[in-house]
């Protein structure tokens, strides 16, 4: 009984130590704005008013969270059996670039067949990638740490291999980007309805990860393989079929954010089309402690995030404060956590 649930580490800490790190990391990050002559609490105002005080800005939030969204929720998938997914960039990535691959093989296809098409390739693109990483560890014991952190790179320099070569615009006028989605529509379909769709989907597959963790089979085997491998290989569940499939779905949550992106926002595939939504995703799947409803709540939160950095541009601080924030938050959060741990084992 000494044993404890590393996830539940994870999914039930002190609620108060999850409020007290993001007041932690504000009031550090408000010192280093103060440091360079600005007033912390006036630009703090422009980020939330930025983010959540226009109709404009909320729409942009929204846009911004549907991939943090996904992301995190396959991140989630992943933690849930201790298995730390860190390539959603590099997953994100292959989704962006197989879905481009169906405008570019078929571009004569009309909406209603390349709109699924690109979501099939897009999980598909994913998921292939989330296998590359299951692969070493379920076979070889390679830390899946390593290898999903340097596939996001070889994802990224695939993506910038295409776009600066064989897809490249040639009426771009050298710019980085693959030319407008050639379908039949000619580009001039709106990112409105793409944009609904991928909520839609969004909410969607967090209900269905909700309802299947907690009450089903397949649930409560990853649970129990999150908190003790020994007792599930002993009970005879599959753990390896299990990471297998896991990587695959956490995977391909990532590629339909990047088809969503592609599709829904760019509408091409560009170089730098992800602001860092896989690393951002995984600071949202821990402040979310892997809860449904926390996930949706802190992927619209950093959505927010990223929309406030770009509108603090007008007060000359750079959008990057946005990052700073986020790598502080997950800082104290850490920071919380292995606080948490102490606590734990100091009760037993």
Not at 13 to 36: E, K, R
Not at 43 to 66: D, N
Request: one cysteine or more; glycine letters at 10%.
């Amino acid at each position: 009984m000494a044993h404890r649930d590393r996830s539940d580490e994870i999914v039930e800490p002190l609620w108060w130590m999850t409020v007290v790190s993001v007041a932690l990391a504000l009031v550090v990050c408000g010192i280093f704005i103060w440091a360079n002559g600005m007033n912390p609490l006036a630009v703090y105002k422009k980020m939330v008013v930025g983010a959540f005080g226009t109709s404009f800005g909320i729409t942009e939030t929204l846009v911004k969270s549907i991939p943090l969204l996904l992301c995190g929720l396959g991140v989630s998938v992943a933690y849930r059996i201790s298995v730390w997914n860190i390539g959603a960039e590099g997953q994100f990535a292959l989704g962006a670039i197989f879905a481009t691959s169906v405008t570019i093989y078929f571009p004569e296809w009309p909406i209603y067949l390349s709109i699924p098409a690109m979501v099939v390739m897009g999980i598909l693109g994913g998921g292939l990638w989330g296998l590359l990483t299951a692969i070493p560890r379920t076979y070889f014991q390679v830390n899946e740490l390593i290898t999903s952190l340097m596939l996001n790179y070889v994802a990224l320099l695939l993506l910038d291999y295409f776009v600066f070569g064989p897809w490249k615009d040639p009426k771009g006028f050298n710019f980085p980007a693959r030319r407008c989605l050639t379908m039949r529509s000619r580009c001039r379909f709106s990112a409105i309805p793409v944009f609904i769709l991928a909520l839609i989907f969004a909410l969607l597959a967090v209900g269905l990860y909700a309802f299947m963790i907690r009450y089903t089979r397949w649930g409560y085997e990853l649970r129990l393989i999150g908190s003790n491998p020994e007792a599930a290989r002993n009970a005879g569940i599959r753990i390896n079929r299990h990471i297998l499939l896991v990587m695959i779905i956490s995977g391909g949550l990532a590629g339909l954010a990047g088809m969503s992106e592609v599709a829904g926002v760019t509408h091409r595939l560009m170089y730098g089309i992800s602001p860092g939504y896989g690393y951002t995703a995984i600071i949202v799947a821990w402040l979310a402690k892997l809860n449904p409803v926390g996930l949706i709540v802190s992927s619209f939160l950093f959505g927010g995030l990223i929309v406030g950095g770009y509108s603090v541009q007008t007060l000359g601080i750079p959008s990057s404060i946005s990052s700073m924030l986020q790598g502080a938050i997950l800082f104290f959060l850490i920071a919380g956590g292995t606080i948490s741990k102490f606590r734990l084992r100091r009760s037993v």
